[in-house]
């Protein structure tokens, strides 16, 4: 299945797209006019959800976004459309002729990227000189070190000749979309792969966070984050480099899930963080993963959520379309 607003969904719906994208209501809709954009009075050839792409003088211009501007704009600039098309997709393409299906009926989301409105990825390290004990690493309130616009985020755990070193990542989502309507029957945490470090086997989970804000990560939330596995955890031998890494949540991820607000979740090393074993001397445990921040917008963690909303749902969503 296609995901609403992705490459291929754009590209799927070019022609429709720039020809609207090519009136003076879609460059106003965009915010593809003045100084916000280069294109000037060019045609536009191609739009994905981060890049546009015309012809001048010398050859072809794009223009690339740090983040998916477009896509963002068509679902927030036309939220009411969206929703009637969910509706239909799941009460009546679905269960009576699929081939109706206008691809709406699940939610994808992913963190913002710096700067950032609604929500952040980012990573705490604790980085102490050996002398101090793991536990005393493992269990501290707040960390050494912080970063939410960095390329990567990572799960490590890490024992050197000079320093005992802990990573966690945070990840957090808008999915107020989903609304309180909305009744889960899936979801799937993804994270794009970008270095392991594995001297011997060890597993990442998915886990809860509850950062002090929404919008930026703070020495203070290392301890921030739980334990309590949202799916199964992900063993290395497994992890890729060159794909996306999905975890298919369980009944508590999927409970964790807001339906008005921000989902906050990360993934943390097992064997040495969560279960408070202090790694091997010289050996450094590590998932690293690409976050929102990475240039391009293929590879950010990513929450896929699958819901269905009530019958009596639909007027709702009729009146939002015409109110």
């Known amino acids: 299945m296609i995901q609403v607003f992705s490459k291929e969904w754009f590209e799927k719906h070019q022609k429709i797209l720039l020809f609207f994208v090519n009136t003076l209501i879609g460059r106003w809709f965009f915010r593809i006019w003045g100084e916000g954009s280069s294109v000037g009075k060019n045609k536009i050839l191609n739009i994905t959800p981060n890049a546009i ?74 980085t102490q000189l050996v002398g101090v004990a793991w536990e005393d690493v493992r269990n501290a309130t707040d960390g050494t070190a912080i970063d939410d616009s960095a390329a990567v985020i990572r799960a490590r755990a890490r024992n050197f000749t000079t320093s005992h070193e802990i990573h966690r990542a945070y990840t957090l989502f808008d999915t107020s979309a989903l609304t309180a309507d909305a009744v889960i029957s899936a979801g799937v945490y993804s994270v794009y792969g970008s270095l392991l470090g594995a001297p011997a086997a060890f597993n990442i989970r998915m886990v809860t966070t509850t950062p002090a804000s929404d919008t930026a990560i703070a020495l203070g939330d290392f301890d921030q984050i739980g334990e309590v596995g949202q799916a199964d955890d992900y063993p290395s031998g497994s992890f890729s480099t060159v794909a996306y890494n999905d975890m298919t949540m369980n009944a508590t991820g999927l409970g964790n899930i807001s339906l008005t607000g921000i989902s906050k979740f990360g993934f943390r090393e097992v064997e040495h963080d969560i279960g408070n074993v202090e790694a091997g001397a010289g050996l450094s445990y590590n998932a690293q993963v690409f976050s929102a921040d990475q240039a391009g917008t293929d590879n950010d963690p990513k929450l896929t959520i699958t819901y269905t909303l009530p019958t009596g749902s639909f007027r709702k969503l009729l009146l939002l379309g015409v109110g």
């Open 53 to 126: 792409t015309w012809q001048e003088e010398g050859g072809f211009s794009t223009e690339f976004r740090t983040h998916n501007k477009f896509g963002k704009r068509l679902f927030y600039g036309l939220k009411p459309l969206w929703y009637l098309f969910h509706a239909w997709d799941v009460l009546i393409a679905n269960p009576i002729n699929p081939a109706w299906n206008l691809g709406f009926d699940s939610l994808v989301v992913y963190p913002d990227p710096n700067v950032e409105v609604t929500s952040f990825d980012g990573l705490i390290a604790n």
